[in-house]
């Protein structure tokens, strides 16, 4: 949990200097983080609060410290510190530069966001602007009741945990095991221990959730390949008006599971969200978005369950309009008659012909 006072051993923090790069580290007594500017030395930094500047030292001076310690493996340390670098290493003089110290960091508790980024991960982790996504438009908050199914690495389920808080719980399902051992280790290191109210189950999500009480979740969040099988037990599981949010990669995988919802009739219409962020950069003057951005990393598909009982409401398209039929297995003649319908044509015949007039007089003035 965040934290406030006295850097412990231990915790977690967040290196960062003037050209705004970042590294996260685990404080350890007598420990040390290797930078490209020499070693910063974690018993600098223990006992210390956050925002403070700390410096790096040359790797030579931490050797001394370490032998006047009287250790014999720090002598080791010495000697192959300051042994003659490789003739690979003499090629590239840049690398001395680890060794050179002097150079300055801020020390700060890592955000959760943070955090996410830079932790171990196993799977594919889910990136912090489609996690926040998925907190709002699942409206998943203190005291509430939450089941996710594919923990990962375990980014969203450190959010959803953060969000449902010790007053919630949630149940998380992870196909395998070791998956499940990673989010459940980054969870405990950010957290200072396992959190109380996370229930983290393995196994195939049909299996597990038959098992769990009827209409018992508040939220349900998918992050799967294929989770419009999942919607018969998701629905029994839910309790009426409960969102459902899920996380997909790919186009394919959008239109089946928002066909599916349809399908089944127990779902509202679902809402499909993409979310794309660019960082801009502001010296003086000079106020540009950069030139690298995060652009496509998934969609989001947020529906609500329906009452036993009773039918989701859905929009009357036209009878003739056909949104199914793939047109490359049309005739040319079916093809012809069903442009209107397929809506590949946004122009009315009028419009062309005035559009056709235009070009005509327009072409003739060339000519002339």
């Known amino acids: ?123 594919q982790i889910m990136y912090p602007k489609d996690i926040a996504q998925v907190i709002q438009l699942g409206d998943i908050r203190k005291g509430l009741n939450v089941l996710e199914s594919g923990a990962g690495s ?68 998918l992050d799967m390949l294929d989770p419009w099988n999942r919607l018969d037990q998701a629905h029994r599981v839910i ?27 127990v779902w509202t219409e679902p809402e499909i969200q993409e979310t794309l962020e660019r960082d801009w950069k502001a010296q003086g003057l000079a106020v540009r978005p950069d030139h690298q951005m995060i652009g496509h990393t998934g969609f989001l598909v947020i529906s609500r369950a329906m009452a036993e009982g009773f039918e989701a409401l859905r929009k009357r398209d036209r009878a003739t309009k056909d949104t199914h039929t793939d047109i490359d297995a049309m005739s040319e003649e079916e093809r012809a008659a069903q442009l209107d319908d397929l809506e590949l044509r946004d122009i009315s015949d009028r419009k062309l012909r005035k559009v056709l007039r235009d070009l005509d007089a327009q072409v003739g003035a060339l000519e002339s």
């Open 239 to 265: 309790a009426p008006g409960g969102v459902l949010v899920a996380y997909i990669t790919t186009t394919t995988q959008l239109s089946r599971l928002a066909e599916a919802l349809r399908e089944a009739g």
């Open 154 to 221: 375990g980014a969203m389920s450190l959010n959803l945990l953060d969000a449902v808080g010790e007053q919630g719980q949630l149940t998380t399902i992870e196909m395998r095991g070791e998956f499940a051992k990673i989010a459940q280790a980054n969870a405990t290191l950010y957290f200072g221990g396992r959190p109380a109210w996370w229930d983290l189950k393995v196994g195939d999500f049909d299996s597990v959730a038959a098992d769990l009480p009827a209409h018992s979740f508040d939220r349900i969040v």
């Open 1 to 123: 949990m965040p934290k406030r006072g006295a850097l412990q051993a231990g915790e977690k923090v967040q290196f960062t200097d003037r050209k705004s790069k970042r590294i996260t580290a685990q404080l350890v007594a007598g420990g040390t983080t290797q930078t490209e500017h020499g070693l910063i030395l974690h018993d600098d930094v223990i006992g210390g609060t956050e925002g403070v500047i700390v410096t790096t030292v040359h790797a030579k001076r931490q050797a001394e410290t370490e032998m006047e310690a009287g250790s014999g493996q720090a002598v080791q340390t010495a000697q192959s510190l300051q042994s003659v670098p490789s003739s690979r290493d003499a090629a590239k003089p840049w690398k001395a530069a680890r060794a050179i110290g002097g150079w300055q960091y801020a020390v700060m508790r890592p955000r959760l966001a943070d955090y996410v980024l830079s932790m171990p991960r196993g799977a």
